[in-house]
Every structure is written in C-alpha cells, then in structure tokens.
C-alpha cells in the first residue's frame, strides 16, 4: 500500500523566530519589533518555545503555518483530514475530474488471496464508473460508485499547533485506527521533527484515548435511501437574538435584513439550530465537513458500508442500462465485503470498501451566522444537487421556526442581489421573497 505520501512544501518565514518572539512580548517591555530582533530562529529561540509549551502556552507555535501535499493517499484519508477544521484545503473535485484512471489503495494486512479478491473488487468497480460516463451519466453521479480506496491529491495549510493536534490523532487518535493515517502520522512526524523541534512532545505526551463505536452485528442487504433532516430548534430565538441587537445597539428594533447584510452580524452567532441529516452519501458528507464554523459528528466510515443504503441519482433512475450497473455495482461491492470480513481481514479494511454513495447519518450544529454562509453556498443552483436538496430543506424548517429573520436567507444572490458566481452563474438572480 506504500505508494502515497505526505510532503511538507512549505513553512512561513522566520516562523521560529515569530514563535519566539511571541513568548517574549507578553512577558518583557519593549515593542513587537523589539521582541523579535532579540531571537535568532534557531536553538536559544527554540529553548524558550519548548519551555514555553512545556508550561501548557501553545499559541506561541500558531505563528508558524505549513502547506502539505498528500499525493496519491485514499480518499478515506482525504475525508479524515478534511474534519480537522482549522485548516484550509483544495481538493481535486470530483464532479469535473475523470477519475477513471485515479488508481487505488490497497489496505494493509490482507493475505494474498484477499489482495487479489480485494483488487478484482475495485477493478469491477472502475470499470462501471466509466461504463457509466459512457451511457451519459454526469461525472458527479457516476462517481457515486467509486470507492473509498481509489487515490486522492489535495493540499493542506495549517499552522504548527493545529499540525502538531493532526500528527497526534494520526499516531494516537482516531485516525490512528488505519495503518495508511498512521503512517502518514510518522512520515509528517519526522519532517516537523526537523524543522520545529520539540513542538510535538506536549501533543503527544499523556494522549487521551479514543473510544471506537460498535460496528452492526449484521450487514445489511444494499437499498437506495431517500435523505432526511430533522432540525431541533433553538430554544427562543427571537428573544435571544433580539436581545443581542439591543445590546449591541447597532439595529433597529426586529432589522433582520440589515443584520444579514451586515459586514459583522456577530449577533447571529447568538443562537444555534442542530440538524440530523439522515441518509447522505460519504461524497456529500465531505460536502458538510468543508464548513468550519459548527460541531459535526460523523460516523466510522465502515458504517455506512455496513448500513446498505446508498444514494441514487435521479439520471441513474431514469437511464434502465444506468440503473442495472449502479446497483449492482453496490449489491457486488457488499458481498465482496462480507467475504472479506468472514474470511477474518481487520475491522479497517472495511473503509476502503465503501461506495461513495453510502449513507451515514450525521448530526451538525450551527449558529445562524455559519447558515447565512451555508445556505448561501448550498442552496445555489450551482450547488451539488444532494448537499442543495438538504440545504433547501433545512432552510425550510429554520423558516417555519423564525420566519422573520430566516425568509431572508438563501442563495447568495438572494441575500446580497449579486451573482458570486462569475461567469458559471445561471443567469437568474433570485430574490428572498421567493
């Protein structure tokens, strides 16, 4: 399974010494200019970092950001890494990209026979994506049937603490529970080792353990699911959100519209919806990850495989030749799981079984500032259709719940009167009263 990795490009400049000089200023008189020209980004500024984070200060190591290329790793470790939020990405998208020639991983621990029924598995796979491309089913659809294993490119940029958070869970935490993300830990490990020594010691030191959810006692025979989302609402929102505009005194009394427009509507985050969205696909939870700004919980991925549902796209079900490959595409890859699990293969090679288009449920929370971006975004006409149809819906129940202030929110060109979409917009301003 070797053939992918984890490559650090790039490190802001005198990070070390900006570390250091940040641990100086907020104990020592003289300016932030003063602070830093007394380092020299190297061993008596790496000392005080490493005693400064020794005494639990870890903000000092914010300062220094990295930019990592994983190439050709599973798009399971995509989706894991895409949950560390405080982080930016740029993934290769699989709505527009051919992935027939992607490639995949194969999981560690598989005997020969089980490599060999592993790669006939996911070669049958590949091999209905593009029989589906061919019979005229759009690229974000077919890609439903690609599995968790083929191989995904993306960047990352974080800063030193947030890396240092990300290396202990690959080695230690969640994401310690696939051999690929433990390896991809200890490569990541010894590359931060010698650039910022020390940084990973408090990370790792006393690491809390991560408790696994059961997996079904029983797979469940493949079906297509129809989504879901049932909102809770926030316990009296109006009140509360009136509350913060008279407190903040920037508003007329109930101006939700200039609240929404505003540059800073810090008054929203006052109140929060919570939402479990019921039978989505693995790709649209990916969807919902991107969004840093809330508290999500998603399941092991193997639950999704196991649970049977899967996502079917209404160009599938109106194509009979589409149709017959789609679906036995997922009835085939099921059985070829429970073989393997029978057979006695580890619990972690069930991730790189699973379908794009396998449902989970996920539960998510957001204050109503996050879903005036959200909902800006996914309920867009350019939105992917599965992510917009649960954004329309969700929009939907906050409208029924506080339709003062959320029939002012939606598309972004109902809520600011202009297209963010350049020259891939529909041409269609929309407006909020619609």
């Not at 070669?123 to 019979?135: C, I, N, V």
């Not at 903040?248 to 540059?263: H, K, M, T």
């Not at 954004?391 to 060109?413: I, K, V």
Request: proline residues 4%.
């Amino acid at each position: 399974m070797k053939t992918g990795g984890a490559v650090i490009l790039s490190a802001s400049d005198e990070g070390i010494r900006v570390s250091a000089a940040s641990a100086r200023i907020s104990t020592t008189e003289g300016s932030a200019l003063s602070a830093f020209e007394k380092g020299d980004g190297a061993e008596r500024d790496l000392k005080l970092i490493r005693k400064v984070l020794a005494s639990g200060h870890r903000t000092v190591v914010e300062h220094q950001t990295y930019t990592i290329a994983f190439h050709d790793v599973s798009v399971l470790a995509e989706e894991l890494l895409i949950e560390c939020r405080l982080a930016s990405y740029t993934v290769k998208s699989r709505r527009y990209v051919n992935f027939s020639g992607a490639g995949y991983i194969v999981p560690e621990g598989l005997s020969e026979a089980e490599e060999a029924a592993f790669r006939a598995n996911m070669d049958a796979r590949f091999e209905t994506y593009e029989q589906l491309l061919a019979l005229g089913i759009p690229r974000e659809d077919a890609r439903f049937v690609l599995p968790y294993c083929f191989k995904s490119n993306f960047y990352m940029t974080l800063n030193a603490r947030e890396l240092a958070h990300v290396i202990a869970s690959m080695l230690n935490g969640r994401m310690s529970l696939y051999p690929e993300m433990r390896r991809l830990g200890e490569s990541l490990k010894a590359q931060l080792d010698a650039r910022f020594p020390g940084v990973l010691d408090a990370e790792l030191k006393d690491a809390p353990v991560y408790h696994r959810a059961s997996l079904p006692a029983e797979p469940t025979v493949p079906h297509a699911v129809h989504s879901s989302v049932d909102m809770r609402p926030a316990f009296g929102a109006k009140d509360s959100l009136d509350q913060a505009m008279r407190f903040s005194g920037r508003f007329e009394a109930e101006d939700y519209r200039a609240l929404v427009r505003d540059a800073r509507p810090r008054e929203l985050e006052t109140i929060s919806y919570g939402f479990t969205v019921q039978n989505i696909s693995l790709a649209c939870v990916t969807h919902f990850a991107r969004h840093r700004m809330q508290t999500l919980l998603v399941p092991d991925v193997e639950t999704a495989l196991l649970g049977g549902g899967y996502v079917l796209p209404d160009t599938v079900a109106a194509n009979p030749d589409a149709l017959i490959l789609y679906t036995r595409a997922f009835e085939d890859n099921a059985r070829a799981a429970r073989e393997m699990l029978d057979g006695g293969a580890p619990r972690e090679a069930l991730a790189y079984y699973a379908l794009a288009g396998c449902t989970v449920d996920i539960l998510t929370v957001m204050n109503a500032r996050e879903l005036l971006h959200f909902l800006k975004l996914r309920t867009c006409s350019r939105a992917q259709w599965e992510i917009r149809r649960a954004a329309e819906t969700m929009l939907a129940q906050l409208q029924g719940d506080f339709p003062q202030l959320f029939r002012l929110y939606g598309p972004g060109c109902a809520v600011t009167g202009r297209c963010p979409e350049g020259r891939l917009s529909c041409g269609r301003i929309r407006k909020t009263e619609e």
